[in-house]
């Protein structure tokens, strides 16, 4: 029964308990440690889970990662698996270009064409440094990069500890750990996946479609793969896939979810299901070296906070993988959450503040659930669905149609709804290149927000003075954006305020828009 005050005993006290030690929860954990946060990781595998999952992370989520110092973990980890991105570099050889790709991708296994992509358009500019890095980068390994910062952070990680339960309070959340220990933590956040125990267990709605295929990702070792087209496959019985590296497969049948999920993963299984789907009936697997079974459930929780119990990643929604959109979905979270419940633990902001997060991030999962129900749509092996797939191609294999669909890839397209009629207001910042050699994106590091005065105005400083101890004020000019004047940049990288030269006396406007922007996200609780 929830009361008022905490009554429990606890073991150890925290400001934040993160359940789960995946991606998500360890960026997630990072984050909160930049705001000051004395946080617990919790997770109950012993070790980093190597079965395969993302291959890659996107355009937002390598940005968001550079946006914190990590580019060259980044980079350290695409060469370490480059061999992964020949197939996409169009060179197997040794000497393959060691320079990323472009992000490029796929719809619903409909492969974008590099040569016909628009690097031009608007929405690629100025991203900066990051533009491509995570292509090639695994979860595991990204997990391996999160877990190492999380540690230089202070970040305390529990492994092979599991989720018993929780009691909450109005003033707290008693967490109860299944090797006995109890928990007292001003918030609790689950990051434990699709199959979410916080999420059930604080009641949270769940609304979505109900599933209808079957899907499986492995490596293996197998005889007969020769036989196989290489790449993304469609058949009369659903969609596989052979490569990029050998003994990576993937299949899809569209005859409804599987009876087990959690069911071990056999090398007769995965055999049956890539002769059906293939009609190679040669190919034979020997060994199963990671597998994975996936549906294409999607749901999506109504609110991402029930009191002191807010959700991310997985645990917030759930589709099928078709784009690679999961991972990214759930750093975005991550980001977005993190400086936030920061500022409420310290005291800088109000819990209220914590409302934008569901207002933010929600419309963000609903596209996301959507683009991969689609992607589902045009992979049926029904007619109609394969009438609807050739008019997607011949649209894709165009320079409008593979730009649009790799902005939506990428995840350039993502926009707040953040008040202020400026064109970068509500956008992620761009990478500004600036006159002291530096770009934005090296100031975002510390987890803090960032007013850039670009105009040397002793007023636009001004307003911030009261915020020093949340917004750092770096006065510096930008030749390639002489017009800009200002820009006000919130941890996460968005832009929350931002102005031109006053063409039009629109000065004191512009001041009294600083102002409401310095309120509404920094102002002390």
């Known amino acids: 029964m929830t ?6 005993k606890s073991d150890s006290d925290y400001d934040v308990v993160v359940v789960g030690g995946g991606p998500v929860g360890l960026f997630l954990a990072g984050e909160l440690r930049l705001g000051g946060a004395r946080v617990l990781v919790v997770e109950r595998l012993a070790e980093v889970d190597e079965t395969i999952k993302a291959g890659g992370i996107n355009t937002a989520g390598a940005v968001a990662l550079y946006r914190r110092g990590m580019l060259p973990d980044l980079a350290a980890a695409w060469e370490r698996n480059r061999w992964r991105m020949r197939a996409f570099l169009g060179d197997r050889s040794a000497d393959a270009p060691r320079t990323p790709p472009k992000f490029a991708g796929h719809f619903a296994g409909i492969m974008m064409r590099g040569d016909l992509f628009d690097p031009t358009d608007p929405a690629f500019a100025d991203i900066g440094p990051a533009d491509g890095v995570g292509l090639g980068v695994p979860q595991v390994e990204l997990e391996r990069i999160l877990g190492a910062r999380a540690e230089r952070l202070g970040v305390e990680v529990r ?5 018993d339960g929780f009691d909450p309070y109005d003033d707290a959340v008693v967490v109860h750990l299944a090797d006995g220990a109890q928990v007292r933590a001003g918030w609790l956040v689950g990051c434990d996946g699709g199959r979410s125990t916080v999420r059930k267990l604080a009641g949270f709605d769940f609304p979505g479609t ?36 050998p003994g990576r497969i993937l299949t899809v049948e569209f005859d409804g979810p599987p009876a087990d999920r959690s069911a071990p993963v056999t090398a007769g299984e995965l055999q049956a299901a890539l002769r059906r789907v293939s009609g190679v009936d040669e190919v034979t697997v020997h060994k199963v070296l990671t597998s994975t079974r996936f549906t294409d459930n999607a749901r999506q929780a109504s609110t991402y906070r029930e009191g002191r119990v807010l959700l991310a990643g997985d645990a917030a929604h759930v589709h099928s993988p078709f784009g ?3 991972l990214n979905l759930g750093l975005g979270d991550a980001m977005n959450l993190g400086w936030k419940l920061a500022a409420v633990v310290r005291g800088s902001a109000p819990d209220s503040l914590l409302d934008s997060y569901t207002a933010e991030r929600h419309p ?15 992979m049926r092996p029904d007619r109609h669905a394969r009438a609807l797939r050739r008019v997607v191609t011949d649209l894709a294999l165009t320079t409008t149609g593979t730009t649009y669909l790799v902005q939506q890839i990428s995840g350039v397209w993502q926009h707040l709804d953040l008040p202020g009629d400026h064109p970068l207001t509500g956008h992620s910042a761009p990478d500004l290149e600036l006159s002291d050699g530096t770009r934005l994106g090296d100031h975002l590091h510390g987890g803090r927000a960032v007013l850039l005065d670009l105009a040397d105005d002793p007023t636009l400083r001004g307003l911030a003075e009261g915020y020093a101890d949340r917004v750092d004020v770096l006065t510096v000019a930008c030749p390639a954006r002489p017009g800009l004047t200002g820009l006000l940049v919130r941890p996460d990288g968005f832009v929350a305020w931002a102005a031109d030269e006053d063409e039009d006396d ?9 102002k409401d922007a ?8």
């Open 518 to 525: 310095l309120t509404r996200w920094f102002v002390a609780a």
């Open 210 to 245: 109900e599933p209808e295929i079957t899907g499986y990702q492995a490596v293996v070792e197998m005889t007969g793969g020769e036989r196989l087209g290489t790449g993304w496959n469609t058949t009369d019985v659903g969609t596989y896939v052979n490569g990029p590296f």
């Open 506 to 514: 629109k000065g004191d406007d512009d001041r009294d828009a600083l």
């Open 159 to 163: 492994r092979g500890v599991a989720l």
């Open 3 to 8: 009361t008022t005050t905490t009554e429990a």
């Open 364 to 378: 963000v999962g609903a596209w996301v659930l959507d683009w991969t129900r689609a992607q589902i749509a045009v």
């Open 324 to 326: 690679g959109q999961g």
